[in-house]
Structures are given as structure tokens and as C-alpha cells.
């Protein structure tokens, strides 16, 4: 529900900004308030996903989520994600691939700590990452929550599963039924 209640802040942010490469530097106050809410909640998210498929193991911060997930979810990293309405994909975790962090999360923690000199990276193209990467982990929490309970499932019956349904960034069309 929390995750639905950011994707409709940012589709009415869509009303202002058109969603497009050539305004992914456009940043803003409510950009920013998104950016910040999605990134805290991936935290809050990844951690217990973390937790879970590697419950041995104390994940404090996301670079000990990035070793986590490399090890036991690799398969999460080079997911996409797609937002139809404007033909634009992404590619939310890909920079783990290099052992680097996603550079939506450093312009978060940007954001975070020193707001009067970074503003501008709270701009379309990290909100929309993070979103993204959300969605994404969101997913993979609820099949991991549900193998680990004994129901073994395929993508699209975890997101058939989940109620409300994005209506905005959409996951491989694989996973869905429609």
C-alpha cells in the first residue's frame, strides 16, 4: 500500500513533468520528497529480503544488501522495469553488476545529508530509479516470503497475488497474467 501511495504521488507529478529522457535532470521538492520516501522504504524493504535469504548474516547497509543479493538474488540486479504510458525503461539495480552502487541511491543519500548543495539530484531520472528499484524489491520480498512458507511460486502469481496493483512502472511482462 505504501508503494501504491508513492507510484500515484509520482503519476500526478506526471501532469507537470512529462516523463522523458529529456527531463530526467528536472528536480523538484516533491521529486525530492518522492526520491526520499521510496529510497528509506527500499531500505526498510531490502533489509528484510536481506534478512531473510541470508538470515546468518547482519545486513546494515546497502552494501552489505548488494553482497547479499549478488550471492543468493543475483537475478534481481539486472531486472527492468517499464513505464508504457512513456515508452521508457529502466534499469534500477544494473550498477551492481559493477560492485557499484545504483547512482539513484548515492543522489539519495546525496539529498539526504547535504540537501543545500545536492537539491539537484533529486531530479525525474534517481525518483523514477527508485521507484523502480521498489517495486522490484517489493516483488521479490513477497516470492521470497512465500518459498520460505512452503508455496513455491512463479512471478506471476506473486504479482497477481498483491493488491492494489501498480497502475504506473510495470515489471518484465512475463509476470504478469494480463
Not at 512529462?18 to 522504504?41: K, M, R, T
Not at 525518483?127 to 506471476?156: H, P, Q, R
Amino acid at each position: 500500500n505504501y508503494y501504491i501511495a508513492l507510484e500515484e504521488d509520482l503519476s500526478k507529478i506526471s501532469r507537470y513533468i512529462e516523463f522523458s529522457e529529456d527531463n530526467f535532470n528536472v528536480y523538484s521538492i516533491e521529486l525530492a520528497h518522492l526520491l526520499l520516501a521510496a529510497s528509506s522504504e527500499i531500505d526498510v524493504v531490502l533489509k528484510a529480503l536481506c534478512n531473510i535469504i541470508n538470515p546468518s548474516k547482519e545486513h546494515k547497509n546497502i552494501n552489505e544488501y548488494k553482497e547479499t543479493i549478488k550471492d543468493k538474488l543475483s537475478s534481481l540486479i539486472n531486472e527492468s522495469c517499464y513505464i508504457p504510458r512513456y515508452g521508457l525503461e529502466l534499469n534500477p539495480w544494473t550498477n551492481w553488476n559493477t560492485d557499484q552502487n545504483p547512482h539513484w541511491w548515492k543522489g539519495y543519500n546525496d539529498v539526504k545529508h547535504q540537501r543545500d548543495i545536492n537539491f539537484n539530484k533529486a531530479n525525474l531520472k534517481n525518483t523514477l530509479n527508485a521507484l523502480s528499484a521498489l517495486n522490484l524489491t517489493i516483488i521479490y520480498y513477497y516470492k521470497t516470503v512465500y518459498e520460505k512458507s512452503g508455496k513455491s511460486l512463479k512471478f506471476k502469481e506473486v504479482t497477481t497475488r498483491l493488491e492494489p496493483k501498480p497502475s504506473l512502472i510495470k515489471v518484465n511482462p512475463d509476470y504478469y497474467y494480463d
